[in-house]
């Protein structure tokens, strides 16, 4: 039996573990031995163990973010040094969990993780490096340009979730570009809608606009809670919905609450709080945290909202599509590859709470189109995004790669192409 260690970089519940989950679930156990390797412990050690995945955290060993979701930069450029002193001693305590664990195959599950690349390629065991974030532009793209031949030359593979996000790396004939994909065993269209709008204290009358992914820059909340006014102009009895995490203003402490305030670390939600002011007072915006029941929050939602500021995959947009919801995302990055501008939903400028607003609008306004786009967005979801199709285009990666023999440490990299044509299509997942 083939054992591969999937390693994550976080404990907190997200897209990223997520798509590892579903991924797992789909895994022959007669065939594959899955362990789960994580940083940090947290809600997603239990959420893999109670599938019955053996699931470890991690000591010792840091992960190297630059994505654009998050980097070492302003506020969090004082991060980078302590980042940088423990990026060696972080692949010696990798190397010592692979040589207890002895995979046969490392997949990492995020661009995070190059610690444990290296640690794994000077073990000898190939790596499958999944790229599920755009790498980020950064000041110079000095770091950029180090992480892009970190993945180039320590991964035997590497899936990109996004045509976007292959873009961003050093194209060969080893990256594979297979989407995210959603299950729909979970994500049941036929679930009841006033249940769940029951459940979350809404009525079958009011016309409800969600947004998932909390407050966040980078996920565009700001646009998102600016447009509501501009939204109850038309249509009075809208809710708009926030779900995950919420506004982090000052702390528990009045030491450190007078700290974030003076380092600008919680300007963002600030700003949010201030524009959602009137929303929150008058009941028309709600911050319901993180959720366990996504699939019964879209049964609710009327338009789902992804009004990202940052390129990115959007889970999101997958899980609407599952749910026969239309949609309205930012003309950027993942969407653009996601939606159907005009078919499956509306894409808007993005960091543009008017266009924003008036999409919204349009959906809603015109119930017969909005639920067209909701059927079209599902035959695309079942089309493109279904975990059976598009798992097996990723163990078709593992088969691959196992079939041929390992490559060297130090073997000369093969010259990039520069444009698409020199990444391969993994399945039917990146039509």
């Known amino acids: 039996m083939t054992r591969i260690l999937y ?59 630059h994505t654009a979701l998050e980097w070492y930069g302003g506020f969090d450029l004082w991060r980078l040094p302590g980042k940088v002193l423990r990026f060696w001693p ?23 993780l190059a610690a444990p690349a290296r640690a794994a390629r000077r073990e000898g065991i190939p790596v499958v490096w999944h790229i599920r974030e ?38 060969s004939d080893r990256v594979r570009v297979i989407h995210n994909f959603v299950d729909f065993a979970e994500f049941d269209r036929a679930m009841d809608a006033v249940g769940a709008r029951r459940a979350l204290g809404l009525t079958p009358a009011q016309s409800v606009v969600t947004m998932l992914g909390g407050v966040a ?32 203003v000052g702390a528990s402490q009045p030491l450190k609450s007078f700290a974030k305030f003076l380092l600008g670390a919680d300007a963002y939600d600030r700003a949010v709080m201030a524009a959602a002011s009137e929303g929150l007072t008058s009941g028309h915006l709600r911050f319901i945290g993180m959720r366990s ?37 930012s003309r950027l990055g993942g969407p653009l590859e996601l939606v159907v501008d005009g078919e499956t939903g509306l894409l808007a400028p993005p960091n543009d709470p008017e266009s924003l607003a008036d999409a919204i609008v ?28 598009n ?31 020199g990444v391969r299509a993994g399945g039917e997942g990146d039509r």
Not at 20 to 28: I, V
Not at 158 to 168: E, K, M, Q
Not at 362 to 389: H, T
Not at 393 to 413: I, M
């Open 391 to 421: 798992a097996r285009a990723t163990f078709a990666v593992y088969d691959e790669l196992l079939a041929s023999p390992p490559r060297p440490l130090g073997e000369p990299r093969e010259r990039g192409a520069s444009h698409g044509p």
């Open 134 to 171: 755009p790498l980020a532009d950064g000041y110079f793209g000095l770091r950029r340009e180090w992480l892009k031949r970190h993945i180039h030359s320590d991964a035997a593979r590497v899936i990109a979730v996004s045509r976007f996000d292959a873009s961003r790396l050093v194209l």
């Open 293 to 329: 029941d996504v699939p019964q929050v879209l049964a609710a939602t009327d338009v789902l909202a992804f009004p990202s500021v940052e390129p990115h995959f959007a889970r999101p947009i997958i899980e609407a599509g599952a749910m026969a919801k239309p949609v309205v995302a």
């Open 7 to 65: 390693i994550h970089h976080g404990g907190g519940l997200g897209g990223a573990p997520l798509s590892l989950l579903y991924l797992l679930r789909q895994l022959d156990r007669a065939k594959y031995d899955p362990v789960v390797l994580c940083l940090r412990d947290g809600p997603v050690v239990e959420m893999y163990r109670r599938d019955g995945i053996e699931t470890i955290v991690a000591r010792g060993i840091d992960e190297f973010s």
């Open 217 to 248: 820059r980078p996920k565009g909340t700001l646009p998102f809670v600016r447009a509501l006014p501009l939204v109850r102009r038309a249509v009075p009895n809208v809710r708009f919905l926030v779900a995950g995490p919420p506004p982090r």
């Open 90 to 112: 972080s692949i010696i305590r990798t190397r010592r969990y692979l040589r207890e664990l002895k995979p046969d195959l490392v997949h990492l599950n995020s661009s995070t």
């Open 362 to 389: 349009a959906l809603l306004k015109d119930p017969e189109r909005a639920a067209a786009m909701g059927e079209a967005g599902y035959r695309r979801a079942r089309e493109c995004f279904d975990a059976e199709k």
